[in-house]
């Protein structure tokens, strides 16, 4: 059975997920894109359910590596118009997927890790996980920052939000989990960050795109660094700033 009423329940529910207060109550997000829902299904996140646009190529893509993914999943499949209403995506690719959130309550990382604080723009939250992901800072903790779940964050991710583990909470739940763990604060005033030897393990902090650390994380902080640049510039997107200092300080020669 196709669905084409924007006011079907089961399209209702999925369009809840493209806001923060939908994904909230049922603890599942969304991830959109023939590539993104590959790697998600690779990845062992647990896939609650999938949407198809019901066209005759996506219907027959089930039969084909798309339908792999799958697993056990029975697609639903939506009229473009139903579609349309739980995409988030301009030019949707025909497939979404619900995944559930998985439960990561802040705890002490293993290794080195990654602290963003009051972190606003979702595309730089999804871009920061990205990098980390790449970068092996894979335990990123969130001090009330943008949703890493939106859709936006999500697709800017490019699947680094299925390999990471993602805490999220406030600044002093965040704090109280990095005990003991050195802090390295991220503020253009601080000393080269080409020039620092950090320790083996440690947190690298990002602060909000215009108002920089809070108060809280900076007094914490054991040391800070910054990215040395020319003059009239004197600042680098958060995103940017934090790919440099996770590539940097985690390949420091000791």
């Known amino acids: 059975m196709v669905i084409v009423s924007k006011q079907n329940p089961v399209v209702k529910e999925l369009a809840s997920l493209r806001e923060k207060k939908g994904r909230r109550e049922r603890g599942t997000f969304l991830v959109e894109g023939d590539k993104m829902f590959r790697e998600c299904a690779k990845s062992g996140m647990q896939i609650v359910r999938v949407a198809l646009l019901a066209t005759e190529e996506r219907l027959a893509s089930i039969g084909s590596s798309l339908g792999e993914s799958l697993g056990s999943a029975a697609p639903v499949l939506l009229g473009e118009d139903a579609f349309k209403a739980v ?4 030019t949707p690719q025909g497939v979404i997927a619900e995944v559930r959130i998985p439960d990561a309550p802040p705890s002490p990382p293993e290794g080195r890790c990654l602290l ?3 972190v606003s723009d979702p595309a730089n939250v999804g871009a920061v996980i ?15 920052c943008a949703d890493p779940y939106s859709p936006k964050s999500v697709r800017a991710s490019m699947s680094g939000v299925f390999y990471c583990k993602l805490m999220r909470g406030t600044r002093e739940e965040m704090l109280a989990a990095l005990g003991g763990v050195p802090l390295i604060a991220a503020d253009m005033d601080g000393a080269d960050a080409f020039a620092f030897v950090p320790p083996e393990k440690h947190c690298i902090c990002i602060g909000n795109e215009g108002n920089g650390l809070s108060d809280a994380v900076r007094g914490r902080a054991d040391c800070t660094v910054g990215i040395p640049m020319q003059a009239p510039m004197e600042s680098l997107n958060a995103a940017v700033s934090a790919a440099i200092l996770m590539y940097l300080l985690g390949h420091a020669k000791k």
């Open 87 to 90: 995409s988030d995506e301009k």
């Open 116 to 118: 963003l604080d009051g």
């Open 130 to 144: 990205r990098t980390a992901a790449a970068a092996g800072y894979r335990e990123i903790y969130f001090a009330d």
